[in-house]
């Protein structure tokens, strides 16, 4: 009930950030240009510099037994995930049922979801967080990339995967922790200071994205299905399966939260890129992200 309590609140700060943004766009403060940029500083700086900051606490066994456990039951919802997508949109068009696998298996932990279980968790859950998205940005750039183009460069892959801003920043966080490094009071700060910065912006830019809704984006069954699937069955799924492997509370939360997270923005990226219905990428995406904002504060009441 505390962490329901705690998201509801949270989800009301997120709201008000998210008008924001739907505001902006409307009034042309933030255009598409800008958007796109402040998603990069957001993805290559400020998240980042969030993750890093999530490390300052000791790792102990305790902390290291949970971090694998994060690994593997994310791996496992990843995969179960994939496996899924692959036989419940077969009744869809090829353009969009690539769409709506990628959206099942891809969720939007990062700039979503990080931020939300910082503000509900604490520090430890964020450290949690931070490693259970590995596998999601791993699955992203391999089965995620396939469903779009067919094929996948195991170099190209690994590549991507390890010079991702937030990969990297978990690594020198563990570094960090490891050794005992020192910061200097004013770097500390500084990093401080730009990661708490990315709740704000993140939310602002999800809002400037709603502006694509129309009341017709409601009238399309297969972006409830998604929804469903997507924000709903998942969750469910990944709370038994963390049950099943004895994780603890705030685990079972953070992995639970993370997995509620709404399709990720790249869906409609890639969608545009490589020829598939954009449009309806936007679409899922989007309704995707609004329905979330209540479904999320409910999947907590199970936690």
């Not at 505001?23 to 993750?51: A, E, G, H, W």
């Not at 077969?90 to 939300?116: D, H, K, Q, W």
């Not at 999601?136 to 195991?154: L, P």
């Amino acid at each position: 009930m505390d962490n329901f309590l705690r998201m509801l609140s949270t989800q009301a700060i997120m709201f008000t950030y998210m008008c924001v943004g739907w505001y902006c766009s409307k009034r042309d403060i933030i255009d598409r240009k800008t958007q796109s940029r402040l998603t990069d500083f957001v993805l290559r700086i400020t998240l980042p510099c969030m993750i890093f900051n999530s490390f300052q606490i000791n790792l102990t066994m305790e902390l290291l037994k949970q971090a694998s456990q994060c690994l593997v039951a994310a791996f496992l919802i990843c995969f179960l995930a994939w496996i899924a997508g692959k036989w419940i949109y077969n009744m869809y068009p090829a353009e969009r049922r690539c769409i709506l696998r990628y959206a099942t298996l891809v969720n939007n932990s990062g700039f979503l979801g990080l931020p939300i279980v910082s503000a509900v968790l604490g520090e430890e859950g964020l450290l949690l967080a931070a490693i259970f998205i590995i596998p999601n940005r791993i699955f992203m750039w391999t089965a995620g990339m396939a469903m779009f183009t067919d094929s996948s460069d195991g170099k190209s892959v690994f590549k991507k995967v390890m010079l991702n801003p937030c990969i990297i920043a978990v690594f020198l966080g563990i570094f960090r922790s490891v050794v005992n490094l020192p910061l200097p009071e004013f770097a500390t700060k500084a990093l401080s200071g730009l990661g708490s910065a990315t709740t704000p912006l993140s939310m602002v830019l999800i809002g400037t994205m709603m502006t694509a809704l129309t009341f017709q984006s409601f009238k399309d069954l297969s972006t409830v299905y998604l929804g469903v699937v997507r924000l709903l069955i998942l969750p469910l799924v990944s709370l038994v399966l963390l049950r099943l492997m004895g994780a603890d509370a705030t685990l079972t939360a953070c992995g639970v939260i993370l997995t509620a997270m709404p399709a990720g923005s790249t869906t409609a990226l890639l969608a545009d890129k490589y020829g598939a219905d954009a449009v309806y990428g936007t679409k899922c995406t989007v309704t995707n992200t609004l329905f979330s904002i209540a479904t999320i504060p409910l999947i907590t009441l199970l936690v």
